[in-house]
Structures are given as structure tokens and as C-alpha cells.
């Protein structure tokens, strides 16, 4: 069965700080994985996806199929990244599973 | 463009009780559906999807129902409450394959649902 896995519920760092989100996710096949964000009061939304291969707001995240991981890293953290951020893993069928969800507090 | 919709936002009902939440879809056609539930400190769990009308999917077995009577119309329903359904549910939807793209899932705004 799928699984993703978020091992922190909360990150705290100070502004200008690297931040590295961790996801390792458990799939057998070819797995199709995303990052989404959900800012106070705001809805959850998509951050970016493993197979464009894109920067949105200075965050990228690389697929490692070999330890089977997918970390969000930004290398200068910002205040108004503090959200909660979800990990989430599209298998063959049309749902995604998500992490439970890290918590990124960016403090001054 | 396309919105979602959900209503109510918040809702306190108490254990036995029944239970209709109602999500729905503006400016897309044939969307594919889901149901999620976010229980305290947990992550977005999939309860329901529907790829069309009348054609609904169960993730888990549980106490809760879903219907789709149309297009764009996606309810969620018990006959009765139990203490373990609260939690904040969130539809979504979303397109096969965009222009050879990835789709995307977009949330509605979410129910918080309190069973006393």
C-alpha cells in the first residue's frame, strides 16, 4: 500500500535560514509526487510538483528514488513561508495520499 | 474560472444525529471529485472520489455516505454521528491530464464539523 510519510510536525527556523522539509514516501510503482501549502486562513493549495521540476518561491524538491524521499528545501527562509506544508503522492489511481504535515514557522 | 464551494463552514451537531455537507463546482465540466477528512493533528485522509454521476469510490469503511446526484455536485452524508467524525472535511476537485500536464486537485474552503 501507499504511504507518505511527513517525520515532523513542526520546523521552526529564523529568517535567512535553510529550511528542508522531509517527505519519504512507500510505492512500488512509478510514483507522481507533489508538495502542497496551506497559509493561514487561505486554502490548501499546490506548491509544486516533482515532474515539472520547478522553483515556486524559491522552493524546490527533487525526487530520490533510491531512498524513496521527496524534501522540500528552500535555501533562505522567509516569514511569509510559514504555513503548513503536505507532501503527497499520486499512485495509478486518481486521489492522492497525503503526509500528515509539517508545520514551518519562520521566525524574525 | 472555476470556484468550489462548501457549505456549511462550521457545524455543531450532536452524536445520532444526521449529517449533509454539500460541495460544488463552478466553471469546469465532468470534474473528478473527492471527500477528504483532516482529524486533529493528523494528515488530509481520502474518504470518497467520484470520476462522474452516481459513480462514487470508498477509501475507508466508515459511518459516512457520499453522493453525486450531479455533475458538479458532490454531498457527503450520515444517519448518524458518532464522536469520532469530527474533524474538518475538505472537497476537492480536479481534470484528468492537461495538455499533457499533471492535473491538479483544488480545495474548497473546508466544513469544520464538531459531534458533541
Known amino acids: 500500500a501507499q504511504r507518505v510519510t511527513q517525520p515532523e510536525k513542526l520546523l521552526s527556523v529564523f529568517k535567512g535560514a535553510p529550511v528542508e522539509l522531509k517527505c519519504n514516501y512507500s510505492y512500488s510503482g512509478s510514483p507522481e509526487l507533489f508538495w502542497y501549502v496551506q497559509y493561514s486562513r487561505q486554502r490548501l493549495q499546490l506548491l509544486l510538483r516533482?515532474?515539472s521540476r520547478e522553483s515556486i518561491k524559491g522552493f524546490t524538491a527533487d525526487l530520490n528514488k533510491g531512498e524513496t524521499s521527496f524534501h522540500l528545501k528552500k535555501p533562505f527562509a522567509q516569514e511569509e513561508d510559514s504555513a503548513m506544508y503536505y507532501c503527497a503522492l499520486r499512485t495509478g489511481r486518481r486521489a492522492l495520499t497525503f503526509g500528515s504535515g509539517t508545520r514551518l514557522q519562520v521566525q524574525p | 474560472s472555476q470556484t468550489i464551494h462548501q457549505w456549511p463552514a462550521t457545524l455543531v451537531q450532536p452524536v445520532g444525529s444526521p449529517l449533509s455537507l454539500e460541495c460544488t463546482v463552478e466553471?469546469?465540466?465532468?470534474?473528478?471529485l473527492y471527500w477528504y477528512r483532516q482529524a486533529a493533528g493528523r494528515g488530509l485522509q481520502l474518504l470518497f472520489y467520484s470520476v462522474g454521476i452516481g459513480q462514487i469510490s470508498s477509501e475507508v469503511p466508515q459511518n459516512l455516505s457520499a453522493s453525486r446526484p450531479q455533475d458538479r455536485q458532490f454531498i457527503l452524508s450520515s444517519k448518524k454521528l458518532l464522536l469520532s467524525d469530527s474533524g474538518f472535511y475538505l472537497c476537492?476537485?480536479?481534470?484528468?491530464?492537461?495538455?499533457?500536464?499533471?492535473?491538479?486537485?483544488?480545495f474548497g474552503p473546508g466544513t469544520r464539523l464538531t459531534v458533541t
Open positions: 516533482h515532474i
Open positions: 476537492a476537485w480536479s481534470t484528468e491530464t492537461l495538455a499533457g500536464r499533471p492535473y491538479e486537485q483544488y
Open positions: 466553471g469546469t465540466s465532468n470534474p473528478n
